[in-house]
């Protein structure tokens, strides 16, 4: 059984840092994409950022680029995501998942997810 365990969020100033990891377990996952989402209050579920286990490449949103930084831990299986100079507008449940092949940046084409993480950032 895949499980996908996000923790590190919380409460922090603006232009602080945070780091949330994902623990995965559950199966092997060198031929699959790891990816992070966040979704505010009323709003849907965003793209963030992704790792290909295999390699290391990512992909980002715009809206984080050269911010946040995802990377990854082959021996602890686990995915991180490094927030630096955080906004308020980066305030949402930060989720974590997988899915099987490329970086692709709609939700619904995951198949895998953690339970989320709460990110607050005050201005």
């Known amino acids: 059984q895949v499980q996908l365990v996000e923790s590190g969020g919380g409460l922090v100033q603006a232009g602080g840092s945070l780091r949330l990891s994902c623990a995965a377990s559950?199966?092997?996952?060198?031929?699959?994409?790891m990816g992070w989402f966040r979704q505010a209050p009323g709003k849907g579920r965003e793209f963030v950022g992704a790792i290909r286990w295999s390699g290391g490449s990512t992909y980002y949103a715009d809206s984080v680029k050269a911010r946040f930084t995802v990377s990854r831990d082959n021996v602890k299986n686990t995915v991180y995501l490094q927030m630096n100079s955080l906004k308020p507008e980066d305030t949402a449940v930060y989720y974590c998942a997988a899915r099987r092949g490329n970086i692709l940046t709609v939700p619904s084409s995951y198949d895998y997810w953690g339970q989320g993480t709460q990110v607050t950032v005050s201005s």
């Open positions: 559950g199966r092997t996952f060198e031929s699959h994409v």
